[in-house]
């Protein structure tokens, strides 16, 4: 029994000492790796420039422009009336709705015999009046003779005058209705009163029209002009006179007008002419007015009535401005200038006008001074940058 006792003794001796080796054997192992552990040198890392497009400030006298747009109508839009009454003998090919027709071209033509008749009674009462004053003429010659011989009395003088002055008015009657007559058969054909072409019409051979009646509606195509809306801050880019009296200056001002037509973009030139000079009350808008001398441009394309254009006005021109992409224009005016050790500052600048791809400069930057104009989302003040073409 005590040789028993003994070996499970001497067992449990050895179980304790195993994990009290263990352990020692870690720490000693811990020992050694904390007292050798390596040296971590540390460098700080050189910034690495951002590459960045540069514009070059150069401020110059730049011409400004405005831009609106409108529909082209007829400066010129009439109602064709007859004159006088009549039924319909004859209507021009051209007498059509959408028809072309020339200056001077006979539209309509009226049966004229009744007013041929009139004409020609006129003339029979014109010969009669003639013949009146004639004989009143001698007889008022002949009766001052022999007043003057002391053979007649002043009752037949002034008689003799009296016959005279009715036969001059008869005259003069007679020849007003002989014009009459030639005027009222001469309206009998109605002619163009420009070169145009029809908008309506309601017109056949056979119609009996009264005085006055509507027969078609007309425009010219000639004189074409064009409405345009302009807000109040827009002025300030015209001319000032322009501006501050809304008439146009002593010489016209030069607009371009341009639309996709014929599957092309085409463009007519044309002239602001005059303003509505009242600003409307309910768009707020000044309409001004171009007028297109020349319809036809140099690609032999007609500027058609009703065609909605865009229309670029010639403004004035303003000196040291400096012009960069709206993309270079950051938050609250601000722009990012390249110091001289290739660093970026911002910068707070006069903005004079802005468009939609552009953005006019007046003030904030100097000559030769450089911007970024490259589109970075995370700026910081003194970034570093490099720049390339």
Sequence with gaps: MSESASSRSSFSVKKLLT???IIALSLVIYTVLVNNKPEIITAAK???PVAVRALAIAPQKLALTVTSEG????????????????????????????????????????????YEIALAQAHASLDRAN????????????????????????????????????????????????????????????????????????????????????????????????????????LAYLDTEFANTGIAAADRIPVTLTANYGGRQQSWTAQLMRSEGDISTTTRFLYVIAEVSNSTNANGMRLPVGLFVNATIQGRSVDGLVSIPRTALRSNNNVMVIDENSRLRFREVQVFRLSETHALISGGLSSGERISISALQFVVEGMLVQVIQ
């Design 19 to 21: 994990p009290i080796t």
């Design 46 to 48: 050189e910034p690495v």
């Design 71 to 114: 529909n082209v109508q007829p400066r010129v839009e009439m109602e064709l009336v007859t004159q006088v009454a009549g039924k319909v003998v004859s209507v021009a090919p051209s007498l059509l709705s959408g028809g072309e027709f020339a200056e001077g071209e006979p539209l309509i033509t009226l049966d004229p015999r009744d």
């Design 131 to 234: 013949a009146e004053l004639d004989f009143a003429t001698e007889e008022q010659s002949r009766v001052r003779v022999l007043y003057a011989q002391e053979l007649t009395s002043i009752a037949q003088v002034q008689s003799a005058e009296r016959a005279f002055l009715v036969a001059r008015a008869a005259k003069s009657d007679a020849d007003a209705t002989v014009s009459r007559a030639q005027i009222d058969l001469g309206r009998t054909v109605l002619e163009a009163p420009f070169h145009g072409r029809v908008r309506s019409e309601s017109v056949d051979v056979g119609q009996f029209f009264q005085k006055g009646a509507s027969i078609a509606t007309l425009y010219d195509t000639q004189r074409l002009e064009v409405r345009l809306p302009l807000a109040d801050a827009q």
